[in-house]
């Protein structure tokens, strides 16, 4: 990037990108309790919780204020579209026309947040994901979006397997995570040390969705919490 980014990336993805990420439809998820972390600006809390289902976003930022959060989306977001005008071959132009197309997307889930995180802040909770306040099996469902297996220069593996576990701590069935591929179609070195050591708690699978930005980015990892220590 032209320009470096401090701090984490807060930007988010939308609500519709999330069914289509995590293999999910509304009528499944009518009598869920669903955690999303880290949740960053996405629309998926906002979009859902308005119509009356049960979500609740984590995120290490959320305790602060609207105003500066939502400067930093859009920060973040022109940042990001900046740098990926080179790297434009390296996507799949389905879900998206083009780079103005994803842009003018996730500025508008990054609004549907901003205003959600106004008015119902209470959908928001700040945490580190690696010691969530959460109770044990607390969520039906957990979700991760483009977090794990993609930044391995920032978040190494012992990030990776606290976070995990504690995901499935607080998690009564499942936990999905998407993407698990980094750019040019490469698996994060990471994924298999984590497979390997998060086999010994819970059932794994690799599924593919109907969804696919990155190239090769049409899996994801569903964590069942069917087994218990």
């Known amino acids: 990037m032209s320009e470096k980014i401090k701090g984490p990336l807060f930007i988010g993805r939308s609500w519709a990108e999330y069914l ?25 809390t906002a979009h859902m919780g308005k119509k009356g289902f049960h979500i609740t976003a984590v995120d290490l930022l959320y305790d602060q204020d609207p105003d500066l959060l939502r400067a930093k989306c859009r920060k973040h977001l022109q940042i990001l579209v900046k740098s990926l005008q080179p790297l434009k071959k390296e996507f799949v132009w389905t879900y998206f026309r083009d780079l ?31 010691s969530l306040p959460f109770d044990d099996n607390e969520f039906n469902l957990v979700l991760s979006s483009h977090l794990f297996f993609i930044y391995d220069h920032r978040l190494d593996l012992e990030f990776h397997l606290q976070a995990l576990k504690e995901m499935i701590r607080v998690c009564k069935n499942e936990v999905r995570v998407y993407p698990l591929v980094k750019h040019q179609q490469k698996k994060s070195s990471l994924l298999k040390p984590v497979l ?31 087994i218990r220590d």
Do not use: W
């Not at 794994?204 to 964590?223: S, T």
């Open 20 to 44: 289509k990420m995590f293999n999910l439809t509304a009528d499944e998820l009518k009598k869920m309790n669903i955690l999303d972390g880290a949740a960053g600006a996405s629309s998926f």
């Open 100 to 130: 103005d197309h994803l842009l003018e997307h996730r500025m508008l889930s990054c609004q549907e947040f901003s205003r959600d995180y106004t008015e119902n802040p209470e959908r928001y909770v700040p945490a580190d994901l690696t």
């Open 196 to 226: 390997d050591e998060l086999s010994k708690k819970a059932e794994l699978d690799l599924v593919k969705v109907n969804y696919q930005f990155r190239r090769g980015g049409d899996e994801m990892l569903v964590i069942k919490n069917n």
